[in-house]
């Protein structure tokens, strides 16, 4: 998979407020993967994009591909407490086989 | 429906001893691959296998091996574990590659002393 970049590496809120994560690549990327990780938990799978400018929502989640497929964002709205944990996104790269993680960012909600 | 299940979830080892991560998933998935999680570090893969018998390395190999004698288990090996072994592991499985989604196990924390 090609290398991205995730930032920020943390971000604390207070609960009712938004928050954004950004994963940036200096390659053109095939697909991104979102998936969230509870303190403790696994990464569960949330969402995958592939197409240019591609967005997507889940309730309060908004997924985002850019337009040039370099980037991609997560958006929450009015956070939640059960919002906290971290967020990965991911990417096959040219493998087809491999799923390769950025570092995440950690989010934590202040109640 | 277990999906994906590692055993054993806690261990401990003094350096120098080996064991054996077993990873088994009951969704007829062709790919299975092993993930360490350290702080800051995200998920760095070790090794992946692309259906029953084959192996390749990932980002992080040195220090593993692997196995995958049946479709549904992904053995996960340390011959001669050292501290810098100390980390979270994780298995996932996938039907389509790094093309769709990953289903991961609970995680094995291992700690070597």
Redesign the interface.
């Known amino acids: 998979g090609q290398q991205v970049m995730q930032i920020p590496q943390y971000q604390h809120v207070q609960e009712g407020e938004d928050f954004t994560t950004y994963c940036n690549s200096s390659t053109t990327l095939s697909n991104i993967q979102w998936y969230k990780q509870r303190p403790g938990g696994h990464p569960v799978f949330l969402i995958q994009l592939v197409k240019s400018g591609e967005v997507k929502k889940q309730k309060r989640l908004t997924f985002q591909f850019g337009e040039a497929k370099k980037n991609s964002s997560l958006h929450i709205t009015a956070t939640q407490t059960t919002d906290v944990g971290t967020y990965f996104c991911a990417n096959s790269g040219g493998s087809n086989y491999k799923l390769t993680f950025g570092k995440g960012t950690l989010l934590t909600v202040n109640p | 429906n277990a999906g994906v299940t590692q055993t054993p979830k806690f261990r401990v080892l003094k350096t120098g001893q080996s064991m054996t991560l077993l990873c088994a998933q009951d969704m007829n998935h062709e790919?299975m691959?092993w993930?360490r999680q350290d702080p800051?570090?995200?998920?760095?893969?070790i090794h992946?296998s692309?259906g029953e018998g084959t192996t390749?390395k990932?980002?992080v190999p040195d220090g593993y091996n692997v196995s995958r004698l049946k479709k549904q288990n992904f053995l996960l090996g340390l011959e001669s574990a050292a501290p810098s072994q100390t980390s979270v592991y994780?298995c996932?499985s996938?039907w389509t590659?790094?093309?769709?989604?990953?289903?991961?196990?609970?995680?094995t924390r291992l700690t070597v002393v």
């Open positions: 790919y691959y993930y800051g570090m995200g998920l760095r893969l992946y692309v390749a990932g980002e994780f996932a996938s590659g790094g093309k769709g989604e990953a289903f991961f196990g609970q995680g």
